[in-house]
């Protein structure tokens, strides 16, 4: 009787003993992963650029606006207050969000809008993600000035895979457009013509020297001599790809998207609208003055910003300077393709044992989504089939340009409410032609708004290969955005994907991981993930041009089997879906009535 009784008791210490290691492994958990809160309030702002005064939508005042700092696996709860004067949501560009679509806001696809007078409070998630990414809004055109950085710093008791720099900056390059953005947009659409372009672009929210009535705000920054800084580059630009340089100083590429790449030295970055790069720099040049600066990358002559974007870097010290800082000469021309896609072939994954990629290799689904431009018709029963008379520009993603619910998706998806979109996007064009051939054929060009989906099972491995297209002299380079997921770039080249010798050139061994990614002009990319993060995610071309004309889709991720492998359940306070017109034609055409530059 004796013994038995021992052994209870040895028994319940044993469970006090394991019960106390769990407490404490959840508790050390708590403090590994940390939880922060933010508030971001929008409200309208008076400025003055280029001679002229405006008013332009910001967070907490601050333009760029404020950064999130975090370490990786914490997470982050942003109330967001709308004091403007129209709806907007708020994306967080990159991260994954695991499980939680609710959050990634992207309007009509996972939220409505946040309406003047109300708030909503987003839960950030972060997981796999080291490095920098950026937030910015995601309703019209809004994220021009709405926006800024977020920095991933290593968990804590860990560092950097390369030496720990003396310090750093973040530097957001963005493009600045005059008068009323957004209303001037939605007008433009509306009556047929041109979307704005850019009257210049910013350097952390300044033009610069280069630009009228500007030189005397130029963003400055001043560094030690021997001192090496991280430069946590956001490319927050609307509508273009951009090359950046500094004068005389070489840049250490570490980072793309947050995650590590193999460290390669260069004079110059090209960098695509929504892509983030950390980059390392050594102040080791004479005591002086020195220009950063930023200019457009074009694919054809073409309606451009001719003011680059500049900062300046002062160096610390006692020392004589009088002249004007020295420019980047080493900076691309504005139409250097070969100085784009080699900058671009050097992008590699680290893939080292801390820091490892895992390609899919077994493919389950596999997709052939051409990028191109199309024309709509107001009337679908009768079109005009002669391209470029009296019809509609669009942009398409196998030749179908995205019309937007009035209900956003993933509400329809999540509580099973018909008649807001079709599970129909198909894997590959309906009909197929020589994609990179200057085309107008009109039964090539004539093209349908649809919300039609492609639905995923969960644990999918994908690839999906993006072909260019020469369709209405539209030829271009195409950053395409996947939201909830990096994805590995396997391959890129140039002309039409052939499928029997291209995958021969894949890399599976250390290819590039990224959010955001350029299809080449007259060529193709090709891109690998596994579907395990269920829930409803946009892919779309991140030129606001394209997105706003139908460059866009969905993927709808199934749940696993598991509580652990489904969409967590959505907060109780979701912007409602009210009040929205049908917004299925829009303009396309320029004053004169003839086709747009993309």
């Known amino acids: 009787m004796e013994g038995k009784r021992f052994i209870n008791y ?53 333009f760029p606006g404020p950064v999130i700092r975090v370490h990786k696996g914490d997470t982050v709860f942003v109330n967001v207050t709308n004091q403007g004067n129209y709806g907007v949501t708020i994306h967080w560009h990159g991260v994954k969000q695991p499980r939680n679509p609710w959050s990634d806001g992207p309007v009509f696809i996972t939220q409505c809008p946040i309406q003047p007078g109300s708030n909503f409070t987003y839960q950030v998630i972060f997981s796999e993600e080291e490095g ?106 609307s509508d273009d790809e951009i090359f950046f340089a500094i004068a005389e100083h070489n840049l250490t590429v570490v980072g793309l ?11 110059y970055i090209m960098i695509s609208p929504g892509q983030t790069m950390d980059v390392l720099l050594t102040a080791d040049r004479p005591l002086g003055h020195y220009y950063m600066a930023s200019r457009e990358f074009l694919t054809e002559n073409a309606t451009q910003d001719h003011n680059n974007g500049s900062a300046i870097i002062e160096y610390t010290g006692d020392y004589n300077f009088s002249s004007f800082p020295i420019f980047p000469h080493q900076l691309p021309q504005v139409l250097d393709m070969k100085a784009a896609m080699r900058f671009t072939g050097f992008i590699r994954s680290l893939a080292n044992e801390d820091y490892p990629v895992d390609v899919p290799e077994n493919i389950t689904t596999r997709m052939f989504i051409t990028v191109s431009m199309g024309e709509l018709c107001e009337n679908r029963t009768n079109c005009n089939i002669t391209a470029g008379s009296d019809n509609i520009l669009g942009s398409t993603l196998n030749n179908i340009s995205w019309l937007n619910p009035t209900m956003d998706v993933l509400q329809a998806y999540y509580r099973n409410i018909s008649g807001y979109y079709t599970a129909d996007f198909p894997d590959r064009p309906l009909i197929m032609y020589n994609f990179t051939d200057d085309s107008d054929d009109p039964d090539l060009v004539i093209t349908a708004q649809g919300t039609r989906v492609k639905v995923l099972n969960y644990n999918e491995s994908v690839e999906i290969v993006f072909q260019g297209t020469g369709l209405l002299d539209g030829a271009g380079v195409h950053p395409m955005h996947m939201h909830g997921y990096s994805f590995y770039v396997i391959g890129m080249g140039q002309g039409n994907f052939d499928n029997e010798t291209d995958p ?53 991720v199934k749940n696993g089997d598991t509580e652990e492998t489904s969409i967590l359940p959505p907060p109780s306070n979701m912007p409602i879906c009210t009040g929205y017109p049908d917004i299925s034609i829009k303009g396309r055409k320029n004053d004169d009535g003839d086709q747009i530059y993309l």
């Not at 469970?15 to 050390?28: E, T």
């Not at 910013?202 to 021997?226: K, M, P």
């Open 10 to 62: 040895q028994q319940i210490i044993i469970v006090l003993i394991l019960g106390s290691a769990f407490l404490l492994c959840q508790f050390l958990s708590i403090r590994a992963s940390s939880v922060h809160y933010y508030d971001f309030v929008l409200k309208e702002i008076n400025v003055t650029k280029l001679c002229a005064n405006q008013t332009i939508l910001t967070v907490n005042g601050l």
């Open 132 to 237: 920098t990414l950026w937030w910015h809004a995601h309703s019209d055109w809004t994220r021009s000035t709405v926006h800024g950085a977020i920095v991933i710093l290593p968990k804590e008791g860990t560092s950097f895979p390369f030496p720990e720099p003396d310090g750093e900056e973040v530097i957001v390059l963005g493009s600045w457009y005059t008068g009323d953005l957004n209303e001037e947009v939605n007008e433009d659409l509306e009556e047929g013509v041109d979307i704005p372009h850019s009257s210049g672009f910013l350097i952390n929210g300044e033009l610069g020297d280069f630009a009228n009535c500007s030189s005397e705000t130029t963003y400055r920054w001043s560094v030690d001599y021997g001192k090496t800084y991280l430069l946590r580059i956001v490319n927050a630009v």
């Open 257 to 267: 998207d947050a995650a590590y790449v193999k460290p390669f030295v260069t004079s």
């Open 504 to 556: 021969l050139t894949f890399n599976l061994v250390d290819p590039p991981k990224a959010n955001t990614f350029i299809v080449p002009k007259y060529g193709w990319l090709a891109i690998r993930f596994v579907a395990n993060n269920p829930g409803v995610w946009f892919w779309h071309c991140h030129f606001d041009r394209h997105l706003s004309w139908g460059m866009d889709t969905v993927f709808i």
